[in-house]
């Protein structure tokens, strides 16, 4: 079992940053899991932003966020984290992480394939 807690979301002016994280905790080994990150804005039915493989080695975006996002993890830390940079008010949503048991090399994209979410954190960009 594994339990996910978001943080660091909040309101920004378009084109600043924020960085968002997920911390881990549970009974089992974070490094077991593949991350993900996913978005869901109101009325909109939720999708993908980035994953990044147990190791980190592996890394995929959607193409809207890609080359202004980045994913990262620190598996001593059991904390997976999003940068995002160059922000746009259609980034406003609610962003949840989630982790997949999985020790392959890749990087998920699809929200059914992850066994854990977190609560969202809310992430608001202002035009």
């Known amino acids: 079992q594994v339990q996910l807690v978001e943080s660091g979301g909040g309101l920004v002016q378009a084109g600043g940053s924020l960085r968002v994280s997920c911390a881990a905790s549970?009974?089992?080994?974070?490094?077991?899991?593949?991350m993900g990150w996913f978005r869901q804005a109101p009325g909109k039915e939720r999708e993908f932003v980035a994953s990044?493989?147990?190791?980190?080695?592996?890394?995929g975006y959607a193409d809207s966020v890609k080359g202004r996002f980045t994913i990262s993890r620190d598996n001593a830390k059991s904390t997976v984290y999003l940068q995002m940079n160059t922000l746009k008010p259609k980034d406003t949503a609610v962003y949840y992480c989630a982790a997949k048991s999985a020790m392959g090399g890749g990087y998920y994209s699809t929200a059914i394939q992850y066994d854990y979410w977190g609560q969202g954190t809310q992430v608001t960009v202002s035009s």
């Open positions: 990044i493989s147990w190791s980190g080695g592996s890394t």
């Open positions: 549970g009974r089992t080994t974070f490094s077991r899991y593949a």
